[in-house]
């Protein structure tokens, strides 16, 4: 037996299929897709707004006028789902503009279907960006109260469904709240219209630059009273059988990255759509690094998406999408 043949049977040569492009292309395991990605956006009132928001690079505050361009780039990279943010004219203790019929998320649903009607429009509800103080729902002696805050939710998911959404995402992470926005689409005639529930939303650090963004940090205490703790992966689990049970479609992990155990154990169990959240702390800390020439940006969040995806997301919510969409094509 010669020293070739030897060698060939001690070992086995993982790199024959590594040599070239065409074969790692041929091989690979997990693939994305544009069509996977949501693109998150940030609407606000007023005209001819396009203001880059200084801790996300390369996001925007965008008018309504803005829209139907947004539309148009989005269309020509393959980018077919928006998660829709508003910021309201005014804040109250009730956010009202939350669940108002010309409430800029309403608006901008509008705007969106009259641009590319074939663009699926998801809707977040919550009060926290339309509340004086910050948080998701009423407050009752300086606390959230949950069960009066689900019929503000409820409202809001309705009247996004009205606007036209094709799919509304709780995100307030109180108790019950994705039962009451069920009944009240049913009951509006809206049994159609699915739900995306922010099942597994833990109380992250890695939300600071949306909280910029969205102008919706707390005036007054966290939110670590009903997002979920960090350390525990098990209440997630329940946190998304209950979701489930209550009538959402679609269950997301949030964050991604910190949390990519949850998501592949949610993959193992549960048959319903997942969806990750690529949030705005993980978009920024790549942008920063990039700039300081410490890594390659656009190559690093390709490999953040491909992680995503491998651990059992099937569409990934991100800031990324442009720029990974134009490194796909």
């Not at 803005?66 to 269309?75: D, G, P, S």
């Not at 663009?119 to 509800?125: E, F, H, P």
């Not at 009752?140 to 109260?145: A, H």
């Not at 597994?200 to 707390?218: M, N, V």
């Amino acid at each position: 037996m010669t020293l070739e043949t030897r060698t060939t049977q001690r070992f086995a040569r993982f790199r024959r299929l590594r040599g070239s492009e065409g074969l790692r292309r041929l091989v690979r395991e997990t693939r994305l897709s544009p069509e996977e990605f949501v693109y998150p956006l940030f609407v606000v009132h007023g005209r001819d707004v396009r203001e880059e928001i200084p801790s996300m690079p390369g996001q925007y505050h965008l008018s309504l006028d803005r829209l139907a361009a947004e539309a148009e780039e989005l269309r020509s990279l393959g980018v077919r789902a928006v998660l829709l943010f508003g910021l309201p004219a005014a804040k109250d203790d009730a956010g009202s503009e939350a669940y108002a019929d010309d409430g800029i998320v309403q608006q901008a649903v509008r705007a969106f279907k009259a641009a590319d009607p074939e663009l699926t429009v998801i809707t977040d509800v919550c009060l926290c960006e339309y509340t004086d103080h910050g948080h998701c729902g009423v407050i009752v002696d300086g606390e959230i109260d949950n069960d009066s805050s689900l019929e503000l939710l409820a409202r809001t998911a309705v009247s996004h469904a009205r606007a036209g959404a094709d799919l509304v995402a709780p995100s307030d992470m109180l108790d019950g709240r994705v039962a009451a926005i069920r009944s009240a689409l049913d009951g509006a005639n809206m049994a159609e219209t699915p739900i995306m529930a922010y099942a597994a939303k833990y109380a992250s650090a890695f939300y600071g630059p949306f909280r910029e963004a969205a102008e919706s940090a707390p005036q007054f205490g966290d939110r670590r009273g009903y997002q979920m703790d960090p350390p525990n992966a098990r209440e997630a689990l329940r946190e998304i059988e209950a979701d489930i049970a209550e009538g959402a479609d679609i269950a997301m992990v949030k964050p991604a990255l910190a949390y990519l155990d949850v998501l592949s154990q949610a993959r193992q169990r549960f048959d319903l759509p997942l969806a990750a959240y690529n949030v705005s702390g993980e978009y920024a800390m790549v942008h920063a690094a990039a700039r300081n020439g410490w890594i390659d940006g656009p190559r690093v969040a390709l490999e953040i998406l491909t992680s995503i995806k491998r651990a059992g997301a099937d569409m990934i919510i991100t800031y990324h999408a442009k720029e990974v969409a134009r490194a796909l094509q």
